[in-house]
C-alpha cells in the first residue's frame, strides 16, 4: 500500500451507516465500502436494502443489510450487535437517517416534534453510547453525524428539524470531548441542498429548483456521491487529529454573502 493508500484506507474497519438504503447514506455506505471497510447498512425500507445489496455485489463490492428502526431501543442494540458479528468490530458509525416533518411553527403538531427528536437526535445519541462502550476498549473509533445547513441557518416552517440538527452539531462536540481521551473522535458533516428523495419537492419545482442553486457559490445542487470524499476523510487516518468540527458539503451555500 503507498502512502496515499495508508492514510485513506479503510481496509478491515467496520462500519454501520443508518439511512442507507438510499439518498446520502446509500453513497456514504458505498464509498466507505470502496474505501476497503466492512459495511452494514440500516434501514428501515428492506427491498430498497435489498436491491443496493445486490446492485454492490454485482459491482464487486459486499455489504450486508440490517433492517432496523432506529428510534427503538432493542433495534439498536441488535443491529450494533448484528455489525459487530458480521465486520468484527465497528470502528465507524454514521449516524445518517433522518426525516423532516415541516409544518408551521405556531400550530407545529407536537407529533411530528416528537418523532423527528427520535430519529435525528436520540436515536445518534443512543446509537454512539452503544458503539463507544466498545471503541472504548479497543481505544479506537469514529462517529460522523450528518447535520445540515439547518444547524447554522434559519429555514421557514421546520422548527423540529432545525432544532434537532443544530443540536446534533451540539451532541458531536459534547461527544467529541467526553470520548476523545478514549480515542474516539467525533465529527459533524452538513450537507447542503442534496438531490434524495427528501428534497423532491423543491427538485420538482421548477423556480424553487434553479433558487437553491443560484444560493451556492458552486451554482449547482449536491449530488449524493458529493459526500464520498468528506465521510472517507474523517473516517480515516487522514483526519487522525481532526475532532469535534463540522465540515459542511454545501457547494459555499454558508459562505456566501453576495
Ligand atoms: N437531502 C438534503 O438536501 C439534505 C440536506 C441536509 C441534510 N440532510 C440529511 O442527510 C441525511 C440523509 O438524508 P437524505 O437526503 O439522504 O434523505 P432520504 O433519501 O429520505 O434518506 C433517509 C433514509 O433514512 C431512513 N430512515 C428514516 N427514519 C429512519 C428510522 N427511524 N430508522 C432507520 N432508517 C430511517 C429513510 O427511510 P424511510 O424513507 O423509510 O423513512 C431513508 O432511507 C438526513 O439526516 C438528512 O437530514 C439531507
Redesign the pocket.
Known amino acids: 500500500m503507498n502512502y496515499l493508500e495508508s492514510l485513506f484506507s479503510l481496509s478491515g474497519r467496520g462500519a454501520v451507516v443508518?439511512?442507507?438504503?438510499?439518498?446520502?447514506?446509500?453513497a456514504m455506505a458505498e464509498a466507505l465500502l470502496r474505501a476497503g471497510a466492512r459495511v452494514v447498512l440500516?434501514?428501515?425500507?428492506e427491498p430498497?436494502l435489498n436491491r443496493l445489496v445486490t446492485r454492490l455485489k454485482k459491482a464487486g463490492l459486499r455489504a450486508r443489510a440490517y433492517v432496523?428502526?432506529?428510534?427503538k431501543a432493542d433495534?439498536r442494540v441488535a443491529l450494533i450487535r448484528f455489525a459487530e458479528k458480521v465486520t468484527g468490530h465497528v470502528d465507524i458509525l454514521v449516524n445518517?437517517?433522518?426525516?423532516?416533518l415541516p409544518h408551521a411553527a405556531l400550530d407545529y403538531p407536537e407529533g411530528n416534534w416528537d418523532r423527528t427528536y427520535?430519529?435525528?437526535l436520540k436515536?445518534p445519541f443512543e446509537l454512539s453510547r452503544i458503539v463507544a462502550r466498545a471503541m472504548a476498549r479497543r481505544r479506537r473509533g469514529v462517529i460522523l453525524n450528518?447535520?445540515?445547513?439547518?444547524a447554522e441557518l434559519a429555514f421557514p416552517d421546520n422548527p423540529a428539524?432545525m432544532a434537532c440538527?443544530g443540536a446534533l452539531k451540539q451532541l458531536s462536540k459534547s461527544l467529541a470531548l467526553d470520548l476523545g481521551p478514549r480515542g474516539i473522535r467525533v465529527n459533524s458533516i452538513?450537507?447542503?441542498?442534496?438531490?434524495?428523495?427528501?428534497?423532491r419537492g423543491s427538485w420538482g419545482d421548477p423556480a424553487r429548483r434553479v433558487a437553491r442553486a443560484a444560493r451556492t457559490v458552486l451554482g449547482r445542487w449536491?449530488r449524493?456521491e458529493d459526500l464520498a470524499g468528506a465521510v472517507i476523510f474523517l473516517a480515516s487516518d487522514a483526519a487522525s487529529y481532526i475532532t469535534g468540527q463540522d465540515l459542511y458539503v454545501d457547494g459555499g451555500w454558508l459562505i456566501k454573502g453576495l
Do not use: C, H, W
Request: hydrophobic share 30%; no cysteine.
Open positions: 443508518t439511512g442507507a438504503a438510499r439518498g446520502s447514506g446509500r440500516a434501514d428501515l425500507l430498497e432496523a428502526d432506529v428510534t433495534d445518517n437517517a433522518g426525516i423532516t427520535q430519529v435525528n436515536a450528518i447535520t445540515s445547513l439547518n428539524y440538527k452538513g450537507p447542503g441542498y442534496f438531490r434524495t428523495e427528501m428534497t449536491g449524493p
